[in-house]
């Protein structure tokens, strides 16, 4: 898993020295290739964009991030902006993503971000002529009326609007969504496959808002199967796997859902997760946990961790905190960005928590308490560990959770690959313990802040009310 | 035209049923939603307090709610759909309380609702997943609670309805139980088949999708025939304030944020011909007391307006 940051809010692109600089500095191997910088979404409908200036525009920010020896290995291809009203740009975003692929293949990008065409205007009733207006009863995108074609697990046979009732005939339960909107979008991804192959380019499709008289709502491949449906038919007509998903946890957000369900629905297809953060209501970039409500984060990062654990995502974490660095002084930007560094490497630790401890073969845990507990009634059927020891002499011989409690002096006899998992916050007195003792043994941190299941006297101050 | 119907919480008085049953049937409306769920509140379970309502055999409680079906009856109003109280179960409580909501509660519900003459009954599915870890494991928990009423159900010809919900995370409510329109058809569809009898339905409530930004009419149109009762109702997107209908806007166009064309098309798209029932009890305690009939008589106005639209758009 590897960790990267978003340049908005911290990197001007025509002097990208100290914003480089600073995100290099703080730790991050890696940063998002991002030409909404160089063409905002603002100015893109106004003044349009030409394809040809991109490289030259971007230049400066990818010179600067070779000499900082920052990675690019994720970009985002230039988008207008979500409720953009026009329906005339299809043919100037075509040129400009295929010159991105360029760009990514200069850069050494291996993925690149596309938004469907029309990504916020939804599926009807916005107005825009020629748009999903079913009122009007014209032809565009995402008008479900006309009772034209859908996707049955990625065939593009024609299925009658009825169908889109579950378990109907003709159409695949939960993996379609029939309209203009797939139809329109498969035939601008699938004409970006090619170039896309050619630059070794994966382009990534990403969760979508749409705008109903200012309320977000889910919007294109905000149904987590229906995203996966459209990946798989992109790929299956591709004929190779040119096609994977990006999961904003913004996007999720700002819809409400269940990110966990969302990311287990994703599964493989998983290549990229943006991790921001909001109240859920307005579009903002804010640094994970820092949108609190009395003390509770607003974005379900349980369910991101339960999600991307579940998948055994490895793919691209992205930090994107452009709302936070563009409300901070930039004389502060280099603090923040190890605070942001940091907070991707709790997600990244936390995110592949199992992956660790599949590592070894056998383990034992040092901490006989909560933590022990948790770890038993998550991982210890998956991963039995020999035993668990502690410092307090008064309960080594007990049992606990089904697992014997031993003096730490007994981790001297385990073999030598033999991991030991701390399950204690005091993760680092207890390591340099342990050190002091001689022990050589794999020492990992296990934590259950955010385990797949609780007790439930884990959560008892949460109450919902419906 | 179809029928329509508001919740009988803050109309209905227990001392005389009738008096506001007939002001239902005054202010345009033809259905109930009988608001059983006001005898043992949400607000009470969750603080692991019960009271002795239900401690009535089911003999007494149908003396007790004797008034209240022949008011219905005498204002012409018919008790489309009656609200089961919720939760039932309530996580971290003792297993007392949650026995009693399973073994008193819910039984005596489903016999109050057969004695009413009432088709639908809506329950609250388990807000469980984040203590088990996944929707999958919360609706097992929920499926055996339908499981222990669901012959019940057979026996009186009743509809259990199961509901989207939401849940919260740090004050911001996101989607809970049966927010998955066709992992909902599915499950449905497999208890129907289970039971041999259309025990179970769906009760798509617009105020609870709003917050969760749900499309209305994929949702509904994923849902077909299985959608049997309505919560309509309106928000701000942000909190559950079951308000009335284009109340709320956002921009300075003043549109309504509520996706109330795609409300119609979707059940257009099913040919939905039930009854459009309105969840707006709050309205009825933020208008004066004094205009509660002319209150009464705007949802009522809004419902004969959607039942038109539904008329234009019904497939």
Request: proline fraction near 4%.
């Amino acid at each position: 898993m590897n960790i990267v940051c978003a340049p908005q809010g911290l990197v001007d692109p025509e002097r990208p020295g100290r914003g480089v600089g600073d995100i290099a500095a703080a730790g991050f191997e890696g940063v998002m290739l991002d030409a909404s910088m160089c063409c905002p979404p603002d100015e893109f409908e106004l003044r349009g964009v030409h394809p040809e200036s991109l490289y030259e525009s971007m230049k400066p920010f990818l010179d600067r991030c070779g000499q900082e020896g920052l990675l690019m290995p994720i970009a985002r291809a230039p988008h207008p902006k979500r409720n953009t009203k026009r329906s005339d740009l299809k043919e100037m975003l075509l040129q400009l993503v295929k010159e991105s692929i360029r760009v990514c293949e200069k850069a050494g990008c291996g993925y690149l971000i596309v938004d469907p065409l029309f990504a916020g205007i939804g599926n009807r009733g916005t107005g825009c002529e020629g748009i999903g207006n079913r009122k009007s009863g014209c032809e565009g995108i995402g008008n479900r009326r006309t009772g034209c074609e859908g996707i049955g697990s990625g065939e593009t046979r024609c299925e009658g609007i009825g169908s889109r009732e579950a378990g109907c005939a003709g159409i695949e339960s939960g993996k379609t969504r029939s309209g203009m909107e797939w139809e329109v979008n498969r035939e601008y991804y699938l004409s970006l496959a090619k170039a896309a192959e050619e630059s070794r380019v994966m382009i990534l499709l990403q969760n979508q808002c749409r705008e109903h008289n200012g309320h977000l709502m889910r919007g294109i491949c905000a149904d987590a199967e229906e995203a996966a449906a459209w990946v798989d038919a992109l790929n299956e007509a591709a004929g190779r796997e040119c096609f994977g998903f990006c999961m904003d946890t913004g996007v999720c957000s700002l819809c409400g859902q269940n990110i966990r369900e969302y990311a287990a629905a994703l599964g493989a297809r998983m290549k990229a997760v943006v991790l921001r953060d909001c109240d859920g209501h307005y579009e903002t970039s804010m640094l994970p946990f820092t949108c609190t409500n009395c003390g509770s984060s607003a974005t379900d990062w349980l369910g991101v961790v339960r999600g991307l654990r579940e998948i055994d995502f490895d793919g691209l974490l992205i930090m994107d905190l452009g709302t936070t660095a563009e409300a901070f002084s930039r004389l502060l930007h280099p603090q923040l960005l190890q605070l942001a560094y940091g907070v991707a490497e709790f997600f990244k630790w936390q995110v592949s928590m199992k992956r660790v401890l599949k590592k070894y073969d056998t383990r034992v845990l040092f901490g006989a308490g909560n933590m022990c507990r948790n770890f038993m009634k998550c991982y210890g059927d998956e991963f039995p560990p020999l035993f668990t020891c502690d410092n307090n002499r008064e309960r080594w011989g007990e049992r606990f959770e089904g697992l014997e409690i031993k003096a730490p002096e007994s981790l001297k006899e385990l073999s030598p690959d033999c991991a030991i998992f701390i399950c204690n916050i005091y993760y680092r007195e207890i390591e340099e313990q342990l050190r002091e003792m001689g022990i050589r043994n794999p020492i990992e941190y296990f934590n259950d802040e955010y385990m797949p299941s609780y007790y439930f006297d884990r959560l008892e101050e949460w109450k919902g009310e419906v | 035209m179809s029928g329509i119907g508001v919740q009988t919480k803050n109309v209905i008085n227990d001392n005389c049923p009738e008096e506001g049953f007939t002001m239902l049937r005054l202010a345009g409306f033809s259905c109930a939603d009988f608001s059983l769920n006001g005898y043992l509140l949400n607000s009470s379970l969750y603080r692991s307090e019960l009271n002795d309502f239900f401690d009535r055999s089911v003999q007494e409680l149908e003396r007790f709610f004797t008034p209240h079906k022949r008011g219905a009856e005498a204002a012409g109003i018919t008790i489309n759909q009656i609200h089961m109280p919720y939760p039932v179960y309530v996580p971290g409580a003792d297993k007392e309380i949650n026995d009693y909501l399973r073994n008193q509660v819910a039984p005596k519900s489903m016999a109050v609702c057969a004695f009413l003459g009432c088709p639908h009954i809506v329950i609250h599915g388990f807000k469980l997943a984040r203590f088990l870890g996944s929707e999958e494991l919360e609706w097992q928990e929920t499926a055996e609670f339908i499981d222990s009423i669901a012959p019940l159900a057979k026996e009186a010809g009743i509809t259990i309805c199961i509901e989207n919900l939401y849940d919260s995370i740090g004050g911001h409510l996101v989607e809970g139980p049966c927010c998955n329109a066709r992992k909902a058809a599915e499950r449905i569809d497999y208890f129907n088949d289970k039971y041999g009898a259309e025990v179970l339905g769906f009760c798509f409530d617009t105020g609870h999708a709003n917050i969760v930004g749900l499309d209305f009419e994929d949702f509904i149109t994923a849902l077909g025939r299985r959608l049997k009762v309505l919560h309509i109702h309106d928000n701000d997107g942000i909190s559950d304030l079951h308000q009335i209908p284009f109340t709320f806007a956002r921009t300075r166009e003043n549109r309504s944020s509520t996706d109330w064309d795609g409300f119609i098309r979707g059940l257009g798209n099913i040919g939905f011909d039930k009854v459009l029932s309105f969840e707006t009890a709050p309205v009825l305690t933020a208008f004066p007391k004094a205009m509660k009939q002319d209150v009464l008589g705007f949802i009522a106005d809004i419902g004969a307006f959607f039942s038109g639209e539904l008329q234009k758009n019904r497939k």
